[in-house]
């Protein structure tokens, strides 16, 4: 197999240096492992190309949004009839309304919602919303969960070694970035996740100070790691014997795992759920669905581009798509061959690795684990160097994959034909990662 050259990339990537921080716009855009990222001109369907003219199959989605592929002609249509009427207002519009109105029929929590830009902002007035409803302080959040990047959510989430994250039953509140105050993270106690004896005991001890418990409901930030077998219910059942909310952060399983996110999968109501990504198909829109009682309780939402009329078009659009019944029929298909197929080349060439379906995301941890549970397990037991070395090599053989983290989005462009494809080249990869 031949070798994509990069070298438009590299130098572009040289250029931007002089002028962008990094080189750039987020630090999630490059792995501290490559040594440039690729450069993208632009993505139809299930595909990106690069300044050199390479093509990738795409399983990034854009860090996900892009559940509906790249440059979708439905969402383009809707974008041009709204830019038309003009992009923002700062303003109620009637899409306005009539967004809201579908995201109350589609996700079970959600008897009101409110609108934020990011998944950060929106988990930030979510955790506000919990405080000023219980009149309690403290956030319990779990270890490797991302939430957003604001000094009080940024605690515990990536990387690190195992030596590093403290004993089980006391870990360590760890900051990720210099600047970051330790004090902003005073009200925010970790804990291991998918294990509902320490929530039990935590709740013993100072429920009346918890305003709630937030998770990845489906951890899919690191890992991704889905949730035991009635750990989502045990949670839910506690919460409300100890009168501490539940919130669930759906920015990433929010419409891919499935219409109304992890919490309608798995059958467990939260009191209040964050979505974003996917919500408007690759615009930076995000909302909150929660408890009328709770969404009412006096905490305003602000924000100048909140309900931006161009997010809010592809919104309504992409909630339209995404409730046809075939859909998520789709999507599970495709997903469930592509997760076969990574488990036959697995054993092909001897390669230990877990792949499970779910909607539109299939998982791939390289380790001889039989299970992974929680961020120690990942810490300990996913072969992260060598999802790494393979990482690289689909990038040269024209596939892209999510750096580190094994979680491969496919969207609704993807056919069985993308997933051969994908397949044979992985065929050809699998025998230099053994
Ligand atoms: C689970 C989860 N929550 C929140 C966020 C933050 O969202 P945003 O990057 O839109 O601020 C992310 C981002 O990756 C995420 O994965």
């Known amino acids: 197999m031949k070798e994509y050259s990069t070298e438009g990339s590299r130098k572009l990537f040289e250029e931007t240096k002089k002028y962008l921080l990094g080189g750039v716009a987020s630090s999630f855009h490059k792995s501290p492992t490559e040594e440039y990222p690729i450069c993208i001109s632009h993505g139809k369907g299930s595909r990106l190309y690069d300044v050199d003219g390479n093509e990738y199959i795409d399983y990034v989605a854009g860090l996900c949004p892009m559940l509906l592929g790249y440059a979708d002609d439905e969402i383009n249509s809707a974008l041009r009839e709204q830019l038309k009427k003009g992009t923002h207002f700062a303003a109620t519009t009637p899409e306005l309304v009539r967004l809201s109105k579908l995201l109350c029929e589609v996700i079970p929590c959600a008897e009101l919602v409110s609108y934020q830009n990011s998944g950060t902002e929106a988990n930030m007035f979510a955790w506000r919303l919990a405080r000023a409803y219980t009149g309690k302080k403290k956030i319990v959040k779990f270890e490797g969960q991302y939430h957003g990047w604001s000094d009080e959510q940024k605690v515990s989430i990536d990387g690190g070694r195992i030596e590093d994250v403290g004993d089980r039953d006391k870990p360590e509140r760890i900051m990720t970035t210099p600047g970051q105050r330790k004090a902003a993270a005073d009200d925010v106690i970790v804990i291991p996740w998918n294990d509902v004896s320490v929530i039990e005991e935590l709740f013993r001890k100072q429920a009346d100070e918890i305003a709630a418990v937030v998770m990845e409901p489906f951890m899919c930030d690191n890992g991704p790691i889905p949730p035991l077998g009635g750990y989502l219910e045990s949670v839910r059942a506690l919460t409300e014997e100890y009168g501490v909310l539940l919130i669930f952060d759906e920015v990433i399983t929010g419409f891919r795992l499935s219409l109304g996110g992890a919490?309608?999968?798995?059958?467990?109501?939260?009191?209040?759920a964050v979505?974003?990504?996917?919500?408007?198909?690759g615009f930076p829109l995000a909302f909150i669905g929660g408890r009328r009682d709770i969404m009412q309780c006096g905490v305003p939402a602000s924000g100048t581009f909140n309900g931006h009329a161009f997010a809010v078009a592809a919104a309504i659009k992409a909630?339209?798509?995404?409730?046809?019944?075939e859909t998520y029929k789709n999507l599970n298909e495709i997903s469930e061959y592509f997760s076969a197929g990574l488990k036959e080349?697995?054993?092909?060439?001897?390669v230990p690795l877990i792949s499970e379906?779910?909607?539109g995301l299939v998982t791939l941890t390289f380790t001889k684990a039989d299970r992974i549970a929680d961020f120690r397990d990942w810490l300990m037991y996913a072969d992260v160097g060598r999802y790494n070395r393979f990482n690289e090599l689909c990038k040269k053989h024209g596939i892209r994959l999510t750096n580190k983290k094994g979680r491969l989005c496919v969207s609704t462009k993807h056919t069985k034909e993308d997933i051969d494809r994908t397949l044979a080249i992985m065929d050809q990869l699998f025998g230099m990662i053994q």
């Open 345 to 350: 080349l697995g054993k092909k060439y001897n």
């Open 357 to 359: 379906a779910y909607g």
């Open 319 to 325: 909630i339209e798509i995404y409730k046809r019944p």
């Open 275 to 281: 979505f974003a990504k996917a919500a408007s198909a």
């Open 263 to 272: 919490h309608e999968l798995f059958g467990v109501t939260p009191d209040i």
